[in-house]
């Protein structure tokens, strides 16, 4: 087993149109572009892998390109020729070699974990200790940038029994103007659905205080990123001024950025992305801090398709239930797929794949179509 290497890492940029535009407080997306890694060992065996962010640069430091630039460059090179096996070790040698790049590391690990658990006959969620939960819930984002049609999809999503529980994405707009398309929403959805809203930073601390009064007063569940992501201290302040409970999500990256919000007062709760995390194990790193310090927990997307999202449902999976549930509807988001068989949306949530590694199999004429020229 130990002499089975990485023989060759393709990068592919894939595009697929969404449902619909996607209005964030930094962007507004019409395509999502996700970067596709293809791993192959030498015993045969082809990793997934999935490295995907929100309107370029507009989230944050790493784009499309970026990230398909940096593995075939930097990245790439330091695992091929090297053993498979040790996914451990080949961590440790990406992070001696290269600094951040957090999506594109993420993207390899989770195809060095998709060809090991090919390899040994085991789920991702298996070589990571096992599976506690087999169906893990899954709320909408709204963000059409409408309130009427945030409403009528809201209905119909619960409708078709498919989502309970809605984030809405503000930011874009004066807070006066945000708070009110919040609360005709949470007024129309009433008890039937819980609604929580993302700024995606937007906010200074003075507009937040008077954002998130208002958004509390209207029975908002939960008030993600509301200020920049460097500004830890102002976080713990709104962390300590109100009762709804602070989203910390941009804010913190990794374990350590946990342990400083921990350390500075932060009581609430972290958004998990394997995305921003550098992959599985550093977004676990991160649910160690949390569990240790009684923040709650929440599976956060980057938007990613059904390679991404199986990927964070493995690792998600392996937790006790998360107190905040998941957000991990990328591949709804999207009119098409690359996969043979789509993740199983259903009751609120979806199904963990479980064949073995991540349990997604390439459609390839599919990926061909939407795959740009290498
Ligand atoms: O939450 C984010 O920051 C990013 C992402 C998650 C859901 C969504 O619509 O955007
Ligand atoms: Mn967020």
Redesign the pocket.
């Known amino acids: 087993m130990n002499d089975i290497r990485i023989e060759a890492i393709q990068t592919y940029l894939v595009d697929l149109p969404t449902i619909r535009p ?1 209005k ?1 407080s930094m962007a507004t997306m019409a395509c999502q572009t996700m970067v596709i890694v293809r791993m192959r060992h030498s015993d045969g065996i082809e990793g997934l892998g999935e490295g995907t962010t ?1 309107g370029g640069l507009a ?1 944050g430091p790493e784009s499309p390109e970026s990230i398909k630039r940096n593995i075939d460059t930097y990245l790439a090179p330091l695992l091929v020729g090297q053993p498979s096996g040790n996914v451990n070790a080949l961590r440790a040698r990406l992070a001696r070699h290269a600094r951040g790049n957090c999506i594109a590391k993420s993207a390899l690990e989770t195809a060095l974990l998709d060809a090991q658990g090919k390899r040994l006959g085991l789920s991702v969620a298996e070589l990571l200790g096992g599976a506690r939960q087999a169906h893990l819930p899954v709320l909408w ?1 709204l ?1 059409s940038g409408d309130t009427r049609k945030d409403i009528d999809e809201a209905f119909q999503r619960l409708d078709e029994r498919r989502h309970c529980d809605f ?1 809405l ?1 503000i930011g874009a707009n004066p807070v006066d103007q945000d708070v009110r398309h919040v609360a005709a929403i949470k007024e129309a959805l009433g008890e039937r659905a819980g609604v929580r809203v ?1 700024v ?1 930073q937007a906010w200074d601390e003075a507009t937040a205080v008077r954002g998130i009064q208002a958004l509390q007063d209207a029975g908002i569940e939960l008030i ?2 509301a200020i920049p992501a460097r500004e830890h201290a102002g976080l713990i302040r709104l962390a300590n001024r109100f009762n709804v409970p602070m989203l910390a ?2 804010a913190v990256q990794d374990a350590r950025d946990g342990l400083d919000l921990v350390a500075g007062g932060f009581s609430g709760a972290f ?1 998990l992305k394997i995305a921003k995390s550098g992959g599985l194990f550093g977004a676990l790193e991160l649910v160690h801090v949390a569990q240790a310090a009684g923040i709650g927990l929440y599976g ?4 990613e398709g059904t390679i991404g999202t199986a990927a964070s449902l493995h690792a998600w999976a392996t937790l006790p239930e998360m107190a905040w549930g998941t ?1 991990m509807f990328g591949p709804l988001l999207l009119k098409d797929d690359i996969v043979e068989k789509p993740l199983d949306y259903h009751d609120f949530g979806v199904e963990l794949p479980r064949e073995p590694g991540l349990g997604i199999r390439i459609d390839e004429d599919k990926f061909r179509h939407y795959s740009r020229p290498n």
Do not use: V
Request: hydrophobic content about 30%; glycine content about 4%.
């Open positions: 996607h964030l929100i989230y984002t963000a984030k994405k993302d995606n993600e990123q999500d941009e958004a956060g997307t980057l938007l957000e």
